[in-house]
């Protein structure tokens, strides 16, 4: 089946540094990924939507000076967290429907952010 | 808009118990695409059933059903024999018909399940 692989899975850095998050479609094309937060024991809040070529659309009360997205190519997204502080440390996820416009979403493994 | 509703925030069965872990959702689509995932210890998302709501058959997956109430706006998971890999929280999504979501999820707050031994 369709794999989308994310890396870093656990990263920790020092408050103020950047962080990029890259999500990849190993075997498919992924017009459009979605990027997500997800806090302990929540669900999942979507952060921003983006499609390969043209700029992300940020969700409400998300930053997108603080939260770069960058989608340059039909297998590459990034989610870089610029001059992280220790409330960005969460667990991100991308998701894409790929380019077969299935219903069913790819979901890559996820990053473990922790800022100190 | 739309909106999904978990009202259990967490359960816990004994192992080859059946579970139901209820869904609500709120819509005035007609047309629209119904999931539960899962999501075990490792975080990795799993789906593990879909419904199309012009299907009037519900959904069946192994040891997965649902019991889909179009009018009643409800989509239950029936876990049967449950495992212990069973364990995860897990998650009810609403979708529109892609056309008009770009595929975007529309999420519920989760129930965490607990398979005991």
């Known amino acids: 089946g369709a794999v989308v692989s994310q890396h870093p899975s656990w990263v920790i850095c020092k408050s103020g540094t950047s962080v990029k998050i890259e999500c990849r479609s190993l075997?498919?094309?992924?017009?459009?990924m979605f990027w997500y937060r997800q806090f302990p024991k929540q669900s999942l809040m979507l952060m921003a939507t983006s499609n390969e070529g043209s700029k992300a659309t940020y969700e409400q009360g998300v930053e997108k000076d603080k939260f770069l997205i960058n989608h340059a190519s039909l297998t590459l997204s990034t989610l870089t967290v610029t001059s992280a502080h220790p409330e960005d440390s969460s667990f991100y996820i991308c998701?894409?429907?790929?380019?077969?416009?299935?219903?069913?979403?790819?979901f890559g493994p996820g990053t473990r952010l922790l800022v100190l | 808009a739309q909106t999904v509703t978990q009202s259990q925030p967490e359960m816990s069965v004994q192992e080859a118990e059946t579970v139901t872990l209820s869904c609500t959702y709120d819509?005035?689509?007609?047309?629209?695409?119904l999931f539960w995932y899962k999501q075990p210890p490792s975080r990795q998302m799993i789906l593990v059933i879909r419904?199309?709501?012009?299907k009037q058959q519900n959904a069946t997956e192994n040891r997965f059903s649902v019991n889909f109430q179009k009018a009643a706006k409800s989509f239950s998971l029936k876990i049967s024999d449950s495992q212990l890999g069973d364990t995860a929280m897990y998650f009810c999504a609403f979708m529109k018909p892609p056309g008009d979501s770009n595929y975007q999820l529309i999420w519920g707050a989760g129930t965490k399940l607990i398979i005991k031994p």
């Open positions: 998701s894409t429907p790929g380019t077969g416009r299935s219903e069913t979403q790819y």
């Open positions: 819509t005035s689509e007609s047309n629209y695409y």
């Open positions: 419904q199309e709501a012009y």
């Open positions: 075997d498919f094309q992924a017009t459009t």
